[in-house]
């Protein structure tokens, strides 16, 4: 069954350095979201790409994160410099209608 | 502001009992309801949709109920099992390619 991959799965880091994360979503899906979830809290979109263009970065702190899917297909997510208050799972999802997402497992950041 | 949101955020239910999460959405022009199931350290996974020009749609031991009159939306889940056991979240999508709205979650905590 096809899946959206992410990686890493876990990474530690320190306040003022930078990190970023890697998804490949599920092949044929054009829609690529980048999401990030609080503990306890419901997953809260960052951006949307459709194919490599952006369709929705209004929650996206440009100050210090940046995304992009430069060839359509898979997609980073970077902060830099990573605060205290970035620690969080960050989630990728694709779509193929726009609809329906498939979500991956996740990244889940520790500054510290 | 626009909103989707849950009304109990834990629920406990005896194993083989009927369970049923309630989430109440604001926006009358979302036409596109999702349920997801997340468990610990995973992504969210789809479990029912429902369009706005239905009232319910049944799945696997699952039904979801859509009321628009009072803007509200429920999960029911049939002779709930201890693989239930996760976070409950309902997620708005107004259609198309535009931002789908999480709700802040329901843990089910099933009880053998």
């Known amino acids: 069954e096809a899946e959206v991959a992410q990686s890493p799965r876990y990474k530690i880091t320190e306040k003022s350095q930078a990190v970023a994360f890697w998804c490949d979503p599920i092949?044929?899906?054009?829609?690529l979201y980048w999401y990030r979830q609080i503990l306890g809290q419901g997953p809260e979109l960052l951006v949307q790409f459709q194919d490599e263009s952006v369709v929705d970065d209004s929650q996206l702190p440009k100050d210090r994160f940046s995304a992009e899917r430069l060839k359509g297909v898979d997609s980073t997510l970077k902060i830099q410099p990573a605060e205290l208050g970035d620690s969080a799972m960050y989630l990728c999802a694709s779509s193929l209608s726009g609809n329906e997402q498939f979500f991956g497992p996740g990244t889940r950041l520790t500054v510290l | 502001g626009e909103s989707v949101g849950l009304h109990l955020p834990t629920l406990s239910v005896q194993e083989g009992d009927n369970s049923i999460i309630n989430c109440a959405y604001s926006n009358s022009a979302s036409d596109y309801f999702i349920w997801y199931k997340q468990e610990s350290g995973k992504g969210p996974q789809f479990i029912i949709d429902?369009?706005?020009?239905?009232d319910k749609r049944q799945g696997q031991r699952v039904t979801v109920l859509l009321n628009k009159t009072v803007k509200h939306l429920s999960l029911q889940i049939a002779a709930t099992q201890p693989g239930d056991s996760a976070v409950y979240f309902c997620a708005e999508n107004p259609g198309g390619y535009q931002k789908v709205t999480f709700g802040t979650g329901t843990k089910l905590q099933v009880i053998p």
């Open positions: 429902i369009r706005s020009n239905m």
């Open positions: 092949s044929g899906h054009a829609t």
